[in-house]
């Protein structure tokens, strides 16, 4: 087994971010190696969520780690949202692959997901409040929607802009 490593997280707007995740098929070792890498590239980046989609690994695979002391994995293989309150709450939200932008997004207030965990084995979650928001955003990387896409097309332009000025910079 090869030492987990950092993966490259694609910036919005790369179209990539627009594909839709195929569900996984198989829980190996390749499965697996994917998780170890998505955790240590989400701490690194300071993140509280991963979807694989942002790694260009277009499958249906989901990390997230909303504790304070970042110790607290949670991997959600193949998710499915099977219940989401009517009732709604805007929320800044924030994004790996939209770095240093914040904006507000209106989402339920809690889910409940059912999914399977890096053993294959199912699990049934009901979340709430960060947890909640966090899952919504990362299932919504597997359907090829950033967050953004919730906000005006004005801000969306203006965050495209910034962004496509950010990476020039960072070419130079």
Known sequence: MTAPKILPILRYP?????????????????IR???DDMLLTMYDANGIGLAATQVNVHERLVIIDVSEERDAPLVLINPEITWASPE??????????VPEIYDGVER????????????????????????????QHELDH??????????SPLKRNRIKTKLAKVARDDKR
Do not use: M, W
């Open 14 to 30: 790369d179209p990539r971010l627009h594909t839709v995740a195929k569900p996984v098929g198989a829980i190996d070792q390749r």
């Open 33 to 35: 190696s994917l998780i």
């Open 88 to 97: 709604k709450q805007k929320a800044e939200e924030g994004c790996l692959s």
């Open 108 to 135: 339920s207030v809690a889910v409940k997901v059912t999914a399977l965990d890096a053993n294959g084995t199912t699990q049934q979650i009901e979340a709430e409040g960060l947890l909640a928001v966090c899952i």
């Open 142 to 151: 597997l359907l090829g929607k950033v967050f953004v896409e919730y906000l």
